[in-house]
């Protein structure tokens, strides 16, 4: 399972954490400002601190300030390579996911799963080209792939562009 989101919802995060090894995830930072301190603080810091000790992978994408790493799906990836993909505009905090007005599409579809797959791999390997520098995210690479759309047809009357 591959998962690029904001995560602060406990109940979501605990199960993501009993999917052990088979979870592959790339976590922005979650810039906030505490109201009373006014000290600013990542929202994601507890999820990344407890998914480093069971996830497969990991890969830590902080993002400069006044940017946001606003990915926010998940492919699963069976036996045989990607099955489907959940995407949409919900945050997976708990208001995101039961107070606000957002949506969920699920797409059971090799193709479609197997281009966000690759879009995953792209935001991996850009984090990892950075070197921990918040600048050099969003890259030349991941910017050129990025402008490149492809076309899909699922279910042979439905086509959509991802």
Same mark, same amino acid.
Request: net charge positive; with cysteine; hydrophobic share 35%.
């Given at each position: 399972?591959?998962?690029?989101?904001? +995560?602060?919802?406990?109940?979501?995060?605990?199960?993501?954490? %009993?999917?052990?090894?088979?979870?592959?995830?790339? +976590?922005?930072?979650?810039?906030?400002?505490?109201?009373?301190?006014?000290?600013?603080?990542?929202?994601?810091?507890?999820?990344?601190?407890?998914?480093?000790?069971?996830?497969? @992978?990991?890969?830590?994408?902080?993002?400069?300030?006044?940017?946001?790493?606003?990915?926010?799906?998940?492919?699963? @990836? %069976?036996?045989?390579?990607?099955?489907?993909?959940?995407?949409?505009?919900?945050?997976?905090?708990?208001?995101?996911?039961?107070?606000?007005?957002?949506?969920?599409?699920?797409?059971?579809?090799?193709?479609?799963?197997?281009?966000?797959?690759?879009?995953?791999?792209?935001?991996?390997?850009?984090?990892?080209?950075?070197?921990? @520098?918040?600048?050099?995210?969003?890259?030349?690479?991941?910017?050129?792939?990025?402008?490149?759309?492809?076309?899909?047809?699922?279910?042979?009357?439905?086509?959509?562009?991802?």
């Amino acid at each position: 399972m591959r998962l690029c989101t904001t +995560l602060v919802d406990g109940e979501l995060l605990k199960k993501l954490e %009993g999917l052990g090894s088979k979870l592959q995830i790339v +976590l922005s930072n979650a810039m906030q400002v505490d109201a009373k301190t006014k000290k600013k603080f990542d929202e994601n810091d507890p999820a990344r601190k407890q998914l480093k000790k069971t996830a497969g @992978v990991k890969w830590d994408r902080m993002m400069p300030d006044n940017h946001i790493g606003h990915n926010k799906f998940l492919v699963y @990836v %069976g036996k045989n390579g990607p099955e489907a993909v959940l995407f949409g505009s919900t945050n997976w905090t708990s208001t995101g996911l039961c107070a606000q007005t957002n949506n969920i599409v699920i797409i059971d579809d090799a193709k479609l799963a197997k281009r966000h797959l690759d879009y995953w791999t792209e935001l991996a390997t850009d984090t990892k080209s950075a070197n921990g @520098v918040a600048k050099s995210l969003q890259g030349p690479v991941l910017r050129k792939w990025d402008t490149v759309g492809k076309g899909f047809s699922v279910d042979g009357s439905t086509s959509l562009e991802s």
